[in-house]
């Protein structure tokens, strides 16, 4: 996607050619800035500590990880190490395991003297998936908006809720949720945004929004507590969010506060669609809300804020009681009933076992 009219992917070769350059995504929407990883364990600071964050992008940069560890020892212990500590970095986003166990297939059974070059090409060919499966959605997507748009009157708004940040800045180009946005958008229809600014790191109002602006995409940022309030009043037309894992019989794991938005368009009748790109697809878990692990981040995020003052400085400042408890569960899961259908690179598809394993009988 474009940056003051230049292209950017998230995560590119440096130019010295294996080094690994990201955009910092934690000093967004007010500095845009970008960091070099040249470890495997900077790429795994990167993930744990949200520089760059995402299910699909967290796969492409611990990919990208294992491809410089194996440039500083391509042993059989260095491939192992590498392994654990990148997985260890985020639990929920099965992204990331599945982007580790595919360079591990390629990987181990090359001597270490292949093992580099290797991991270059497949990071970079997962990368390049990434990119292809968004374009995907968005042409899948695309035809949900289009439809929605032919029931209303000509060239009326179609109204779209999303909720945190799918975009492109989730992902290697396109983004998600955003992909059928960007796809509609770029071929004329008169799209609008709802932005949830999504709390605790404001992921939305942070990165979705400042997307959105670079790409012309008309947008309003909300506070996370409005989209029922919308829906009640006919304001939204359709509802898109990503995914961080999808299990088997559809239950969706994502943003928290996900699930809050699912109930009210349930109770609206609001369509509520899920883009799912097929990495994200979990098998080996049926029941997300008892099975999926729910990570817990640090407190701080909830009880500390970011952002530019007066004068044009970036502050961090404290907005709860000192001493006051501070949970921060950073996601949720949207049982199946609640999802009217799954935007994949493979169409739309029912949020149900039989309809995802029929896209993707691989992924058994």
């Not at 997985?87 to 395991?97: C, D, E, G, M, W």
């Not at 909300?222 to 006919?234: A, E, K, S, Y």
């Not at 961090?316 to 799954?342: C, H, Q």
């Amino acid at each position: 996607m474009n940056v003051n009219g230049r292209h950017y992917r998230t995560i590119w070769l440096n130019e010295n050619g294996w080094a690994v350059d990201i955009i910092d995504q934690t000093k967004f929407p007010h500095v845009f800035e970008t960091v070099t990883l040249r470890t495997a364990e900077d790429a795994a600071v990167a993930i744990k500590d949200m520089l760059v964050r995402g299910a699909p992008l967290i796969g492409v940069t611990a990919a990208y990880g294992m491809a410089l560890a194996m440039r500083q020892d391509a042993s059989d212990q260095a491939l192992r190490q590498a392994y654990e500590l990148l997985v260890a970095t985020r639990p929920t986003a099965i992204n990331l395991k599945w982007a580790l166990d595919e360079m591990t297939r390629v990987l181990k059974p090359l001597p270490p003297s292949s093992r580099a070059a290797a991991a270059y090409a497949r990071a970079a060919g997962i990368a390049d998936e990434d990119v292809a499966i968004n374009q995907a959605i968005g042409r899948n997507g695309l035809e949900i908006i289009a439809g929605i748009a032919a029931q209303k009157e000509p060239g009326a708004v179609i109204n779209i809720l999303t909720h945190c940040n799918a975009g492109w800045l989730a992902t290697v180009d396109w983004g998600t949720a955003t992909a059928p946005i960007y796809t509609a958008h770029d071929k004329g229809l008169p799209i609008h945004v709802w932005v949830d600014e999504t709390r605790p790191r404001n992921q939305g109002a942070s990165l979705t929004a400042w997307e959105l602006l670079h790409h012309g995409v008309p947008h309003t940022v909300i506070p996370d507590n409005t989209g029922g309030h919308l829906m009640q009043h006919g304001l939204v037309d359709m509802a898109i969010v990503g995914t961080d894992r999808t299990t088997a019989q559809g239950d969706v794991c994502n943003k928290i506060g996900t699930y809050l938005k699912a109930l009210a368009a349930h109770d609206n009748g609001v369509p509520f669609y899920v883009a799912l790109p097929s990495p994200t697809i979990d098998f080996q878990v049926v029941d997300g809300v008892k099975e999926i692990p729910i990570e817990q981040r640090s407190g701080h995020e909830v009880s500390h804020m970011t952002g530019r003052t007066g004068d044009g400085r970036i502050e961090t400042v404290e907005i709860v009681p000192k001493g006051s408890k501070v949970a921060n569960y950073a996601f949720d899961v949207t049982p199946a009933k609640y999802v009217t259908g799954l935007i994949t690179e493979r169409g739309v598809i029912a949020a149900n076992r039989e309809a995802i394993a029929t896209a993707f009988p691989e992924r058994i």
